[in-house]
């Protein structure tokens, strides 16, 4: 005679079972639910960028695993392979936002959607590229920060510096930046500072304009300072070295530049500098992938933003002499460059 079967012991059975399924499925969610989404970062493997890069990991790493895509414009010519490996990563790792750090990774990414077609769904945003703007507009989905600091950050804090007047300052640009130098024009007038803009046409015998404009400028009396846009072509180690050092040598007034490096070296010109901080633009960054994901990683209308953290720096060595400066204004810069004294004085704000 067979035994029935213990109806307890069934539906204990069937009741571990059932716990066990439970229990799997939600390990399987909890570990859905804790996977953090990913960023993907284009960008060159250079020093240059490594502070931004430790500003943008700090706020965001809770939330999002960031990782390098390096580019670099020396490989151009393997540019068909570097786009297969970068598609390859966009397929393996599903990024919820790109993020292009300098002109060469946004052309980097303009030819890899010529090629693979646009994605316009992954969000992009842009920084640490020079004149990006125009740039962006033709992206998808794009928003980012300017690399340029205004021209009004440039000669306000200047004018606080010198005990003498700034009314007019001295400016020449490249015919593609003109609509970038009437905003900075109308910006400056608010202060009730005059920018006095030279126009580079485009074409040949471009050296020559360059020392033509220069000389123009340096030779009104009315310039009291002259601003240097960061323009990498007329800037460039010829026409430096042709144009404005010879130009600018014995030039009495302040020159205005946006590269630490023109300020810090004594044979190129620049005396005073006010530049992005490069920590503080990847914090600038991070609040904007915060703001993009708010806004349900639409980031087509977030506005190109300008740097919100500058450094200022002087090279006393290379200023004039007969120019007076205010002492509490001095307190204020993040770096002092006295060759004289054979050393550098950073931010009195230090510990």
Avoid at 56 to 73: A, G, M, N, Q
């Amino acid at each position: 005679m067979k035994s029935r079967p213990d109806p307890d012991r069934s539906f204990d059975r069937l009741y571990r079972w059932n716990i066990g399924v439970f229990f799997l499925i939600a390990c399987w969610l909890g570990q859905s639910l804790l996977a953090k989404e990913t960023i993907l970062v284009l960008r060159p493997d250079n020093p240059h960028f490594e502070d931004a890069i430790e500003g943008f990991r700090l706020d965001l790493s809770d939330d999002f695993e960031i990782l390098d895509f390096f580019v670099s414009k020396h490989q151009s010519r393997s540019m068909s392979s570097q786009m297969a490996k970068f598609h390859q990563s966009l397929e393996k790792n599903h990024p919820r936002l790109l993020v292009l750090m300098n002109n060469y990774s946004i052309e980097f990414f303009r030819k890899y959607t010529d090629k693979y077609g646009p994605i316009p769904h992954i969000p992009v945003l842009v920084m640490m590229a020079v004149f990006a703007e125009p740039m962006i507009d033709l992206l998808d989905n794009a928003t980012g920060i300017h690399y340029e600091v205004p021209a009004i950050t440039y000669l306000v804090n200047l004018r606080s510096l010198m005990k003498k007047p700034l009314r007019k300052v001295g400016v020449i640009y490249r015919s593609h930046l003109k609509s970038f130098y009437l905003n900075q024009k109308e910006l400056c007038a608010r202060e009730q500072i005059e920018l006095v803009g030279i126009e580079i046409q485009r074409g040949s015998r471009m050296l020559k304009r360059v020392r033509n404009a220069l000389k123009s400028l340096t030779s009104d009396d009315e310039i009291d300072a002259l601003w240097v846009l960061n323009d990498s072509f007329i800037l460039s180690d010829r026409y430096r070295r042709k144009a404005w050092t010879p130009i600018l040598k014995n030039y009495p007034n302040p020159v205005v530049v946006g590269i630490e490096t023109f300020v810090n070296k004594t044979n190129v010109m620049g005396s005073f500098a006010v530049v992005p901080d490069h920590y503080s633009l990847g914090q600038q960054a991070a609040e904007l992938v915060h703001q993009i994901r708010d806004q349900e990683w639409q980031a087509g209308d977030i506005p190109v933003s300008y740097p919100f953290g500058v450094l200022k720096i002087l090279n006393i060595t290379k200023l004039d002499p007969s120019i007076q400066l205010n002492d509490e204004a001095l307190l204020e810069l993040d770096k002092i460059i006295d060759a004289s004294k054979k050393n550098t004085m950073e931010s009195q704000d230090d510990p």
